[in-house]
């Protein structure tokens, strides 16, 4: 059970980062819907490959494999039943979504999860590992915090997949964590962030990290917010895209995110994380998790990337850094 399986590996992002796994040297394996592609893939990278669909997966469509690594989006229609396969057949399930409602279902199905040994670990890329792990770094400047914001940066161009899981993470209304419940929030409001060049306009929106953070700090209040720049959030045929940004492109755009936490007493505390591109950093820190889980970094039940493998794990990353202000 020591192989690594990556979902979806024929996309903008499974790609990359199947061909980092064979780099690496992982013991890795391709799957997903399309045999043509997946058969050209496999031969590039001399890896071997399964061709199943999401929505009926077998058993032995997971033979000899300890982690799932789901990079096939949008997550909404792959997540619930790869979770559920895994736990049948005692995977660890890792992806990269930012989609709320798949972390709703990892929580929902945590207990079943723990019963059956298995972990479920979404989000292990761009944006939930470095701001799981920038909320917890925060959160230790103050005493008994309260309070949580992260607004993230989104610069430059964005993948077709990642247009379309942002439709769902839309579809999903606006969300805020409050007194420690998840509830919805309709007239939420805009608000300012210096991430670290001056003030910023950031809409609220609901990402993942509103169950992410609960979960890695237990602060009771949580908000999200983005700030859009250029084309970063696409409009019409969304199928019409590119597969995604080139390596110019993402080289041009860094990634960056902050975090406020208001303690008890009413002091504030702001960190900055800035990393090279979300899409450079996705295949590196997803394959990186995998790599660590298989090795048995691991606790079983519904995880972040924070508990996990700890509070630096974000940073080990080349290029990121956090700032505290």
Not at 139 to 147: K, L
């Amino acid at each position: 059970m020591n192989k690594l399986m990556i979902y979806g590996a024929t996309g903008y992002t499974g790609r990359m980062a199947a061909e980092h796994a064979k780099a690496l040297g992982l013991d890795v394996v391709i799957a997903g819907r399309t045999a043509e592609k997946l058969e050209s893939l496999a031969q590039q990278l001399d890896i071997p490959y399964r061709v199943f669909s999401p929505d009926a997966p077998t058993a032995q469509a997971f033979e000899g494999i300890g982690v799932l690594l789901n990079f096939a989006g949008p997550f909404a229609r792959t997540a619930q039943p790869l979770m559920h396969a895994c736990i049948e057949v005692g995977v660890d399930y890792l992806d990269i979504t930012a989609e709320i409602n798949v972390y709703r279902l990892a929580e929902q199905l945590g207990a079943q999860a723990a019963q059956a040994d298995v972990m479920l670990l979404p989000g292990v890329g761009w944006d939930v590992v470095p701001t799981d792990c920038l909320a917890m770094h925060v959160a230790r400047r103050v005493q008994s915090p309260q309070t949580l914001r992260v607004a993230l940066q989104v610069a430059g161009s964005m993948s077709r997949g990642s247009a379309m899981s942002v439709s769902e993470i839309m579809g999903a209304g606006l969300l805020a964590r409050v007194d420690g419940q998840l509830l919805a929030t309709p007239d939420a409001q805009p608000r300012h962030f210096d991430f670290g060049q001056g003030q910023a306009l950031c809409a609220p929106l609901s990402f993942g990290d509103l169950v992410t953070g609960w979960r890695s700090t237990a602060i009771p209040n949580i908000a999200m917010f983005v700030h859009i720049t250029g084309d970063a959030f696409p409009e019409g045929d969304l199928s019409q895209l590119p597969d995604g940004p080139s390596t110019q492109e993402r080289d041009d755009h860094r990634a960056r995110a902050v975090a406020e936490v208001v303690g008890a007493d009413g002091t504030v505390a702001r960190s900055v994380i800035e990393t090279v591109n979300g899409y450079s950093y996705t295949p590196l820190a997803a394959v990186e998790a995998a790599r660590r889980v298989l090795c048995g970094d691991r606790r079983a039940g519904f995880e972040t990337p924070a508990r996990v493998f700890g509070i630096g794990f974000a940073e080990t990353i080349a290029g990121t850094t956090i700032t505290d202000y």
